[in-house]
């Protein structure tokens, strides 16, 4: 059964009160036109909404959320915004969740853990991406696609005046795990793995990112 209900508490010259019954917060936008291409920013001309629905209230002002439509994607020095769902959402793959062919199928919601204490909304979402770029070529070699866990840490300040959530901060990080060989080879596949990893590909640390433009969450019936 869902619970659709957050508690804003927000201590004002030692009173209290809350905006309550919000089933979830949404910022509108438009999809972004390069979806796998973190550093793209550009917009397309199709409008998409980021929603966090409550679907677990938890003890100790922790929630458990649903993610639909994705997350608003930015960089550094760049008015522009676009919201990203193939990486933020991603894919997923188990022997029940894949189509005819064995392919990974495109999510449409993604669960998100939040932490909330009156004033500051923490949230996290962990994803997976896959370019599906498997193949198996001559020589009985073969390739497994590239695939991306991605962890985005959302930072949020409640602003009591407009009753909505503003995005302070992100920090993205992005692995990278991909396999490759033959097993007519004594050595018959190699595995790169990496933790965290930078657009060139190299071992790097998690991005913190500060929006240039103003990013504020609405509440939702």
């Given amino acids: 059964m869902k619970i659709f209900q957050i508690l804003l508490i927000v201590v004002s010259a030692g009173m ?13 936008g438009f999809e972004c036109a390069d979806p796998a291409n973190a550093s793209d920013p550009a917009p397309s001309n199709i409008p998409v909404e980021s929603r966090f629905e409550v679907i677990e209230s938890l003890d100790d002002g922790m929630f458990r959320l649903r993610l639909s439509g994705g997350l608003p994607r930015f960089v550094k020095d ?14 997923i793959g188990t022997p029940e969740s894949v ?7 495109r999510r449409d919601s993604i669960d998100a853990t939040a ?13 997976m991406y896959t ?24 930072l949020f300040e409640y602003d009591d005046t407009s009753a909505s959530f503003r995005l302070k901060k992100v920090i993205h990080n992005k692995g990278f795990v991909h396999i ?3 097993t007519g080879l004594s050595v018959p596949f190699t595995e790169i793995i990496i933790p965290s990893f930078a657009a060139s590909g190299l071992l790097d640390l998690p991005l913190i990112l500060t929006p240039s433009s103003s990013i504020v969450y609405q509440f939702k019936e």
């Avoid at 209290?16 to 509108?28: D, E, G, K, L, M």
């Avoid at 760049?78 to 894919?91: E, N, P, V």
């Avoid at 909330?116 to 994803?127: M, T």
């Fill in 180 to 182: 490759s060989g033959s």
């Fill in 115 to 127: 932490y909330f204490n009156g004033y500051d909304l923490v949230i996290v979402i962990s994803s």
């Fill in 16 to 28: 209290f009160s809350w905006h309550a019954s919000a089933q979830s917060i949404a910022y509108r």
């Fill in 78 to 91: 760049d008015q522009r915004i676009c919201i990203d769902s193939d990486t933020a959402i991603g894919f």
């Fill in 131 to 154: 370019d599906m770029s498997q193949s198996r070529g001559t020589f009985s070699s073969f390739s497994t696609s590239r695939i991306q866990p991605v962890t985005n840490t959302l």
């Fill in 99 to 105: 189509n005819i062919d064995g392919i990974p199928l």
